[in-house]
């Protein structure tokens, strides 16, 4: 569903210290995907229309951003990273899609267009679950194709 509307993931809830004692505050924490073309902001004025209640304070926490721009398809690099994966893993299929996921090269946007965001290693059933959890890894073999295809992809862009 991140490809296609922006998500959210409630991940931190507090409230009660007591069974037998009220809460008189409770907090929660949601993560939002937000998808391009939308921002932060329009976020916020989702969720302040849904809870629909005064007493209910929403506010942004810790880290927030809004979503970095599409970059274009029909460039010189975009054009370059597509060759190379072809030529470093020939059974895959290329189509532009979107990361989900906050990543560094939104600093980048303020210097080029053209920030691209690309994995060269497989991401399947078996080892999905050790990104971003404990004992987080990537197989040697992937570690050693990623290396060749930036090592092709320096040498394709010269």
Known sequence: MPLLRTTSAPTIFEAGIKENVIPFRARAIVNFRIIPG?????????ITEIIGDDRVKASFYGFNTDP??????????YEIINRTIRENFPEALTAPNLVIAATDSR??????PNVYRFVPYHINQDNIQSFHGI???????????AIRFYRQLILNAN
Do not use: C, L, W
């Open 68 to 77: 970095s721009p599409i970059s274009p398809t029909d460039s010189d690099g």
């Open 107 to 112: 600093h980048f946007t303020e210097v080029s």
């Open 38 to 46: 939308q921002t932060a902001e329009d976020v916020m004025a989702h």
């Open 135 to 145: 004992n987080e890894r990537i197989p040697v073999e992937d570690y050693k194709d």
